[in-house]
């Protein structure tokens, strides 16, 4: 099962709004296929390993161990339950059972209905942790939160004022990438209609794998901002435009309605800060480099203080905590890449 959770993280950015599966068959205690879920509308990630067999014999009494319940409707594919009850395998391991309610238990009860035998729960909370995204969204009906922000050493995240619309660097070359992978792991991303202007920011990926996020701004729209570069491309990025201020819960719920599983807040600090105000985040990334300022803007503070960083990127200090109410966790796990 750790292999299928394994092969599922190469989904990660490409595979929304579907979640992350990985897929192992073994025969006689041998691995004799595997695959994973590569992007909505393609071959799930069982129909990856059966058919990627080319000898569809050995799957006579063969095993499949799958890191998410298998689907039992017809999508953009058709239900891999029947494709598994047809293949001829004999017994199937599930890490965690789907909580869409148009797979909750059916792909596992179909599954038991034509004899194959059905083990659930393997590994079921790291298989749960992988599809925090699509957990979240299914079950609390928000995107799953992640808030990013750079500092300087002593708390400044912008300048008090600036002459050229473009970002001023506050981090390193290192770290700048790594916010590029953060970028190409979320579905989507936001920033309020200050940091467009002042910015003039591009909101991709291409220093890690140009896997791009869908980009939300909110805010008022203006007739200048046409020629801002994030909306250059009218397919990168729409505006979400209140006719009043929106709490951070009325903007998660838009994103919600729009199918967003997942959104990295990166500013500016206002936005942010509403997101921390009222408990609405999952995971927090400080980038606090080992500049210092005079002046400047302050970045968003949380409610409490921050760990010591988990990450160095050259003279820069990563901290990333998770939320739980009244208490952050610090994830200590992260390794540069």
């Known amino acids: 099962m750790q292999r299928c959770l394994d092969l599922a993280k190469n ?3 490409t595979t929304y709004p579907n979640p992350l599966v990985g897929c192992v068959v073994v025969k006689d205690n041998v691995i004799i296929s595997e695959g994973w879920h590569y992007k909505a509308g393609e071959r799930h990630a069982e129909a ?5 067999l080319k000898d569809k014999k050995l799957l006579a009494g063969a095993t499949l161990y799958v890191s998410l319940e298998p689907c039992n409707h017809h999508g953009r594919t058709p239900p891999c339950a029947h494709l598994i009850a047809d293949s001829g395998i004999t017994k199937v391991v599930v890490g965690a059972k789907d909580a869409n309610p148009v797979v909750n238990g ?3 009860a179909y599954l038991q209905a034509n004899g194959i035998e059905v083990i659930t729960d393997v590994l079921c909370h790291q298989a749960e942790a992988l599809n925090k995204r699509f957990f979240t969204f299914i079950k609390k009906q928000r995107p799953y939160i992640i808030l990013k922000w750079a500092e300087t ?3 400044y995240s912008a300048p008090l004022s600036k002459d050229l619309k473009r970002p001023v660097w506050i981090t390193t070359p290192e770290s700048r990438q790594h916010v590029h992978k953060l970028r190409a792991q979320e579905q989507a991303i936001l920033i309020g209609s200050a940091t467009l202007r002042q910015d003039n920011p591009r909101l991709t990926a291409k ?3 140009n896997i791009n996020p869908q980009a939300f701004v909110l805010g008022q ?3 200048s901002d046409e020629a801002l570069t994030l909306f250059k491309d009218p397919s990168h990025a729409q505006w979400i435009n209140p006719k009043q201020q929106w709490s951070a819960h009325q903007i998660a719920q838009h994103l919600y309605k729009n199918g967003i599983q997942s959104v990295l807040v990166e500013g500016g600090t206002q936005t942010i800060q509403s997101f921390i105000d009222q408990d609405l985040w999952d995971e927090c990334y400080i980038y606090r480099s080992s500049v210092k300022w005079q002046s400047g803007i302050s ?3 949380l409610k409490t203080k921050t760990t010591k960083a988990s990450v160095s990127f050259g003279q820069d200090q990563l901290h990333h905590l998770l939320f739980k109410k009244e208490t ?3 994830k200590v796990s992260i390794q540069p890449s």
């Open 11 to 13: 989904g990660l950015g």
């Open 48 to 52: 990856q390993a059966i058919n990627g």
């Open 106 to 108: 059916s792909g596992i």
């Open 153 to 155: 050493s002593n708390g």
């Open 207 to 209: 220093d890690w794998n």
């Open 221 to 223: 729209p203006k007739i």
């Open 299 to 301: 970045g968003p503070r």
């Open 328 to 330: 952050f966790s610090p």
